[in-house]
């Protein structure tokens, strides 16, 4: 299948996926508890009248279906309503905050990416006492979960040495990455341990096989053996891992956010599923559907290059 | 001068009770292809590994395996990777496993050379399609990746990658056992024409014994880590002179004189767990006696036949022994 073929109808079956989440997101939304109403009047008895005008202002009172097309449609042309907590447009909240938190996931990537891949490469190709003490530093990275990783890094180099700020998103962008050092790295150490893991065993696989022998046995030198033939065949799995990774990354950056009050999305979710602040809870979760989205799209489409033997499309075949 | 020259040569792997190979002797000349037979286990494919240096993790080795003279087990890490890419070549057994399946032909054709003997990017290739046209392919194979080529073309490509560095050794081992039978007889044609064209040595490493005496001129038997006889492919098969030689040829299925069933030889062959003493074939031997089992035979020559030689005491009753147990 071609190139192109192949993007537009994953496009088509993205628009449609994205179609059916709006549809569940708003429909949860609509069952959950509590009212936008009751919030905004934060326990305070109100006038009958005043709730009618809080009900006719977000439209609270028409049925299900019509709130639901009104909502999609201003999506469609891209007002994501105003939000309620912070009386201002839905839209501005996200362009304010997404990058932050973009940043945030891209810098613990790129430590994901560098540190897992060096660890599950320096663990299968030496062996011994270094393989064992990856795997020991890799399975408590794997035991560490993000929310603990935040407050642990937090403790020690933000309270006790003062290394890092406690939080917050600093002025300018060299600050900005200076706060965000350290929810990058509690970000980033669980999958850290799971990219090392991953590429260990998918290099020891590889190494045991018989290509990599006759490479040898043609004279190339071990580490170009690593390298073009160890390394790079276990690529595809890697490429794989990297999906579930960024897809990890992103969700949770919500709690990461969160302890070290990184004004990112991740944060203004929490912040507004607790406010129940309906309109940036919806908004925030299409985003992240669509993210997830792209992501899978951007591994399918790399596949091809890692891996010469999948062809775009292709269902796997059964051998 | 001896391409191959391996002399008394031992290897021990860790935690057996007995060294895998225990002395073994064989050597191929100039242009001469030479087969070594014997069953899985026998230690065949770790003879032929040994020449390129390719030893298990751990293995503990005695003796010399010479390459145009220089010794294989004293080789620096570079030494070695010179000798693998000039002077000695494997072709495998499973194309489809020895090939990367990731890279293109192209790239393991020409991988060796311009890594290590720095020839340039269109020097390499062009040398490529001269050897592919040499094993009966075309440069168009090049760009395609080993999952679009046939078996049989793909161990075509692994013996043009094994020519590449014009070598004067070539070990090949099995290379003909993945295949299907006319792919078969076509690599091995292919492969007596090169030895004659680039004239390169060739241990032929298989247990088939009909391939053996087609393809050589002298043959190796080995039995459990032991050469149990040698001699030139003609006499050895017609006069087998030890009992495994003659057992292995009963075994043999054969299309001209149909015998019903096959005679397999009994019990299998001894673990690397087990102590040997004496001949490690008595206990499946039918001419076993008492000296058998308490001292293993040298390698002599047999008398009045100078080329040949042979590990048994009683290499002279051989022929009736055998026969009669058929």
Known sequence: MSFLRFAARRLAEMAATLFGASFVIFGAMYLAPGSPASFL??????????????????????????????????????DFGRSITYRTDVSRLLADRLPATLLLVAMALVLVVALGLLLGWIGAVRGGATDST???????????????????????????????????????????????TLPAVALALYLIGMLA??????????????????????????????????????????????????????????????????????????????????????????????????????????HPLVDPTVTLGARRSPA | MTTLDIQAYRLRL??????VLAGVDLTVDARETVALVGESGSGKSLTSRSVLGLLPKGAATEGSVRVNGEDVLTMTPEQLRRLRTNTAAMIFQDPRAAINPLRRIGDFLTESVRLNAGTGAQAATDRAV????????????????????????????MIAAALMGDPALI????????????????????????????????????????????????????????IAETGPAEALFDRPRHPYTAALLNSTPRLEAPQGRL????????????????????????????????????????????????????????????????
């Not at chain 2, 001269?130 to 046939?150: F, I």
């Not at chain 2, 393809?215 to 038997?221: E, G, N, P, Q």
């Open chain 2, 14 to 19: 860790p935690d057996t009770a007995r060294p």
């Open chain 1, 134 to 180: 990856i795997l020991v530093t890799t399975t408590f990275a794997l035991g560490t979960p993000s929310f603990v990783a935040a407050v642990l890094l937090q403790g020690l180099f933000a309270v006790e040495l003062g290394w890092f700020p406690t939080g917050g998103t600093g002025e300018g962008f060299g600050d900005l990455l200076w706060h965000l």
């Open chain 2, 130 to 157: 001269e050897m592919l046209e040499a094993v009966g392919l075309t440069g168009a194979v090049l760009r395609r990746y080993p999952g679009q080529l046939s078996g049989g073309m793909l161990q075509r490509v």
């Open chain 1, 41 to 78: 009047l934060s326990g305070r008895s109100a006038s009958p009248e005043a709730l009618k005008a809080i009900n006719a202002q977000y439209h609270l009172d028409d049925p299900f279906l019509l709130q639901y097309l009104r909502w999609t449609g201003q999506i469609l042309h891209g």
């Open chain 2, 171 to 226: 070990l090949a081992d099995e290379p003909t056992t993945a295949l299907d039978v006319t792919t078969q007889a076509e690599v091995v044609a292919l492969l007596s024409d090169l030895r004659e064209r680039f004239g390169t040595g060739l241990l032929f490493v298989t247990h088939d014994l009909g391939l053996a005496a087609a393809i050589s001129d002298r043959v190796y038997v080995m039995y459990a880590g032991r």
């Open chain 1, 197 to 302: 893991r991953v590429t260990r065993a998918a290099m020891l696989e590889v190494l045991g096989q018989e290509h990599v022998t006759a490479a040898r046995s043609r004279g190339v030198a071990p580490h170009q053996v690593i390298r073009r033939h160890v390394f790079r065949n276990a690529l595809g799995t890697v490429l794989t891992t990297g999906g579930l990774i960024v897809s990890t990354l992103l969700v949770c950056t919500v709690l990461v956010e969160s302890a070290f009050s990184v004004g990112g999305i991740g944060q203004l979710l929490e912040l507004s599923t607790t406010t129940k602040d309906f309109p940036t809870v919806q908004a925030i979760s299409l985003i992240m559907v669509g993210l997830f989205m792209t992501v899978n799209l951007v591994v399918d489409l790399l």
């Open chain 2, 263 to 326: 005679a397999a030889i009994e019990g299998r062959p001894p673990g690397l767990r087990e102590e040997l003493t004496g001949c490690p074939f008595a206990a499946r031997c039918p001419l076993a006696t008492y000296l058998c089992g308490q001292q293993a035979p040298a390698l002599l020559p047999v008398p009045g036949e100078p080329a040949r030689r042979v590990a048994c005491h009683h290499s002279d009753r051989t022929g009736e022994g055998s026969h009669a147990d058929a």
